[in-house]
């Protein structure tokens, strides 16, 4: 997108340009780096319409994409995509939380809220996501007879939250970190407390040196909420494979679901792009 | 030469600006001792400096200057001496110190009467100019908003920079943004204003500007502790000017006799490294 991709092509020596006026170099340079560009996105663009035309045209082609039977169904499984986006949502902004009082306490000096933090990160971590899942829907019922009433939905929500906020923990406690020891110094010198610099100055410059990360751990939600479907929640996944196993289409269902789960990912990285921009609005430099 | 000969080497004990009658010096540094580790940094300065005047601290890199500073407000926990700003005297205590919330109160407390300007500037980059200046006095010192404000757009006016007060720090030059620092310490109205090398990261050319809004403030009698290597600065701006090596302070004395006519060997041979005598730089 920006610079640095390359031109390909003639490289215009000065010369071959044949200016009189040096002023006109720049315009002319200017333009042939645009050619340039755009032949590149050009090419890009016809690449991956030859690849992906090629593929679903060799499916069609063959005989092995029933569309009449997608056209049945389709509505059904996309009709989780809004279940998919409620689970990867509420979980993020649990998973935020979580990391952030994570992330306060793997900085804190007390070292009973040191250990508690670093254990919560550790057993997280140390453990498949696929485990905890089961454990919050199997095992948890036989602890807490409560939590089998609780809706499978805020089950799956509860596990992918506390899983992705022993991540996040780390990665806000790095962002937490990375303020300059300056700014620190600043704001004692100005003798403002502890927990004042933490909230005024520490986390909303950390907010923002974590947002990009935030974007990519959104993006990895949105495909690991898939692992839901293991325990029921009617979501994209669970809805493509049951569609497709009851009727022995699962290539279409399948592929369908795919289709989404990519669909949902690019637009949520143009999302997370723009909001980047906006984030350092204060950052611009002369 | 004469008259700086007649002077009396001790220089509390002169009269005139330093020591008006009666008055006691507002800021009392009593035998600061800094280890790092085993690394003896200060060993043993004393500094007074009394109401309304600046004192420049000079000595080569390394020598304790900063330290000693940043010592005075506790951003370095001295390992031995004594604090004194305003009436408030603090103790070292380094055992026990960082548990006791009393003795962190005492340190805020100093805090808020000697304002510190840094060799990075340290602007929050995340609020605009006139945050930065209002932050701490409505957060700290529980100043209303539109006094707070009011205050900091005079002292912007002072910097001579109250256009800039809507911008983002990114969008100032170096020395736009130390004198918005200097601005953002004059808002918290302190005793005393501390310049940790406030030039040193600035572009030659940026330095002036804020080297003159320094002067101004010494001329209308601002209490300040300058550590600086901008000998015209101190020849221009100090009552008196502190020479330290190694932690210690070799020589006190008016500028133009530490500077123009040095008695103690380390102190010229520090000075030769400067072109000609220091106050002709100027």
């Not at chain 1, 019922?141 to 089998?148: G, K, M, T």
Request: aromatic content about 8%; some cysteine; hydrophobic content about 50%.
């Amino acid at each position: 997108m920006s610079g640095g991709t390359p031109y390909g092509g003639r490289q215009a020596t000065l010369e071959a340009l044949k200016i009189d006026q040096p002023a006109a170099i720049v315009g002319q340079v200017a333009a042939a780096r645009a050619r340039g560009r755009f032949r590149f996105r050009l090419v890009f663009a016809a690449t991956w319409a030859i690849l992906i035309g090629g593929l679903v045209f060799s499916l069609a082609a063959a005989g092995r994409i029933d569309s009449a039977f997608l056209g049945v169904w389709a509505p059904y499984i996309l009709g989780g995509i809004p279940i998919t986006i409620f689970v990867s949502i509420f979980s993020i902004a649990f998973a935020i939380v979580l990391a952030t009082l994570g992330a306060l306490g793997r900085i804190s000096r007390h070292p009973v809220i040191y250990a508690v933090a670093s254990l919560y990160v550790s057993l997280v971590r140390g453990t498949p996501l696929i485990a905890q899942i089961l454990f919050v829907y199997l095992a948890l019922p036989q602890l807490i007879p409560a939590s089998s009433d609780v809706p499978v939905i805020w089950l799956g929500i509860f596990a992918l939250a506390f899983n992705y906020g022993a991540y996040m923990t780390e990665i806000f406690r790095a962002g937490i970190e990375a303020i300059p020891r300056g700014q620190l110094e600043a704001a004692q010198a100005l003798a403002m407390r502890d927990r004042l610099i933490m909230r005024r100055i520490v986390l909303p410059q950390a907010v923002r040196i974590v947002i990009p990360a935030i974007g990519n751990e959104f993006i990895a939600m949105i495909k690991d909420s898939a692992l839901v479907s293991i325990i029921t929640v009617q979501e994209l996944l669970w809805r493509a494979q049951r569609v497709g196993q009851s009727n022995f289409r699962t290539l279409e269902t399948l592929l369908l679901a795919a289709l989404v789960y990519w669909m949902l990912t690019l637009v949520f990285s143009i999302v997370q792009a723009r909001l980047e921009t906006r984030m350092a609005e204060s950052d611009v430099r002369l | 030469m004469t008259a700086t000969d007649a002077r009396p080497r001790d220089p509390f004990a002169r009269p005139g600006k330093l020591t008006p009658a009666g008055a006691d010096p507002i800021v009392r540094l009593e035998a600061i001792e800094k280890y790092f580790g085993s690394n003896h940094v200060l060993r043993g300065c004393t500094v007074e400096v009394y109401p309304r005047s600046t004192i420049c601290i000079i000595g080569r890199s390394g020598s304790g200057k900063s330290t000693l500073l940043r010592s005075m407000i506790f951003l370095e926990e001295p390992t031995a001496g004594a604090v004194e700003v305003d009436g408030l005297r603090v103790e070292a205590d380094p055992l026990t110190g960082s548990r006791n919330r009393e003795y962190q109160e005492r340190i805020r407390q100093v805090r808020l009467r000697a304002q510190m300007v840094f060799q990075e500037f340290n602007l929050f980059p995340h609020m605009r100019v006139i945050d930065n200046l209002i932050e701490a006095p409505i957060r700290v010192r529980g100043i209303r908003r539109d006094e707070a404000i009011a205050t900091a757009e005079n002292y912007l006016d002072k910097v001579g920079l109250r256009d800039k007060r809507d911008e983002y720090p990114a969008r100032l030059s170096g020395g736009q943004k130390q004198r918005v620092a200097i601005a953002r310490a004059l808002s918290m109205e302190p005793k005393v204003l501390l310049f940790d090398e406030p030039t040193s990261a600035l572009d030659p050319t940026l330095v002036g500007e804020v080297l003159t809004v320094m002067e101004e403030l010494a001329h209308e009698g601002a209490t300040m502790m300058v550590v600086t290597h901008e000998m015209s600065f101190a020849m221009e701006a100090a009552d008196l000017v502190y020479f330290l090596e190694e932690g210690t302070v070799v020589e006190v004395g008016p500028p133009e006799e530490i500077l123009g006519s040095p008695s103690d060997p380390r102190t010229q041979a520090f000075l030769s490294r400067f072109i000609g005598p220091a106050g002709a730089t100027r």
